[in-house]
T-cell receptor, first 116, second 109 residues
């Protein structure tokens, strides 16, 4: 149980385009989903917290107009990187928290974004 | 953002050896979690600890939630090559997780 999927697993795009990443909880309802960014050989950096039906809460320094988050249902959250630039290239990982599991988060497999 | 102090940063051990890693913090946490991440993948939950003093095993893995609620350790017994990866601790409080910097484990067959 507690499986989280992410799509796509990797994407290459041209500078200036927008990229949408989907995060789905497959066998549970996720009251809260989280979006992280991970640089090579570093730990996970929280970008934003997404609650179903409400606006996402962004961490300091994360541009909400650049990283659009939508959490339209209890099983789906999307992250859209708008007008992507090469510096946005990174590994993006989502996680989901089940209502009954306290602070435990289950992670998706990640999306590797490369902006040319 | 805040990180937990996780040590060691890396370990290179012989197959069959036991491994120990730990995380410490100046803050109190309600939950301690241990994850393993392999290259190009997301972290996979290994063990979740919910009570101070709790000692939990998952196969060859054993983890404990420190009695002060400010630390946790993870032990791996009789390591095998597939244990290779990066292990992250995470402390949970206020519905958020704070991560350690990771321990990179390398196992020599």
């Amino acid at each position: 149980g507690a499986v989280v999927s992410q799509h796509p697993s990797r994407v290459i795009c041209k500078s200036g385009t927008s990229v949408k990443i989907e995060c789905r909880s497959l066998d549970f309802q996720a009251t809260t989903m989280f979006w992280y960014r991970q640089f090579p050989k570093q730990s996970l950096m929280l970008m934003a917290t997404s609650n179903e039906g409400s606006k996402a809460t962004y961490e300091q320094g994360v541009e909400k107009d650049k990283f659009l988050i939508n959490h339209a249902s209890l099983t789906l959250s999307t992250l859209t990187v708008t007008s992507a630039h090469p510096e946005d290239s990174s590994f993006y990982i989502c996680s989901a928290r089940e209502g009954t599991s306290g602070e435990t988060q289950y992670f998706g497999p990640g999306t590797r974004l490369l902006v040319l | 953002g805040q990180q937990l102090n996780q040590s060691p940063q890396s370990m290179f051990i012989q197959e069959g050896e036991d491994v120990s890693m730990n995380c410490t913090s100046s803050s109190i946490f309600n939950t301690w979690l241990w994850y393993k991440q392999e290259p190009g993948e997301g972290p996979v939950l290994l063990i979740a600890l919910y009570k101070a003093g709790e000692l939990t095993s998952n196969g060859r893995l054993t983890a404990q939630f420190g009695i002060t609620r400010k630390d946790s350790f993870l032990n791996i017994s009789a390591s095998i090559p597939s244990d290779v990866g990066i292990y992250f601790c995470a402390g949970g409080a206020g519905n958020m997780l704070t991560f350690g910097g990771g321990t990179r484990l390398m196992v020599k067959p």
